[in-house]
């Protein structure tokens, strides 16, 4: 038995039809076709599933698609706008902060809640934060680059602050 689920996916109105068992990551990437979010371990260990939910990071395989109805969805092709890339985006990409990049999507949501949070990050933070991201193709030495890197442009671009609908009290999952 379908059910019927309205909510917002990157700025855009989403109404749609699910199955009761449908996780998130999965409407968003077989119904929804945003295929940048990717399922890594299906048991919210790995992060590379991450999005923002009302502008908090959750791992969105630990989610059922029907328990985001009426909710803001970002995704990482949410985060580029006007064709211009995300400052965390281009940080990944100007300090190399990836190898395959099938972790990177979820790594990018999460930095970019964790500067939304902390806006003035020290290495150490990242590192510590960063302990529900795993990458099994480098030593974090450039994600922790890229992180730092893109925070300092969210904060010279004005992105630093939390969105208006942030919980600003709940902790993002990292």
Known sequence: MAISIS???????????????????????DQLRLTGTHIGCDTAQCGACTVHLNGRAIK????LAVQADGTNVTTIE???QNGVLHPMQAAFKHCHGLQCGFCTPGMVMSA???????????GD??????D??????????????AVLEG??????????????????TAPATV
């Open 125 to 130: 933070d990242v590192r510590a934060q960063f």
């Open 112 to 122: 970019v809640s964790l500067v939304q949070r902390q806006p003035d990050l020290t």
């Open 7 to 29: 909510l917002t996916v990157n700025g855009a109105p989403i109404s749609a039809s699910v199955d009761p068992g449908t996780l998130l990551v999965q409407f968003l990437r």
């Open 78 to 80: 949410g985060l580029a």
């Open 60 to 63: 969105s395989c630990n989610i």
């Open 151 to 168: 925070a300092a442009g969210m904060k010279s671009s004005g992105t630093a602050t939390a969105s208006a609908d942030t919980a600003a």
């Open 132 to 145: 529900g991201n795993l990458c099994r193709c480098t030593g974090y030495h450039n994600i922790v680059k």
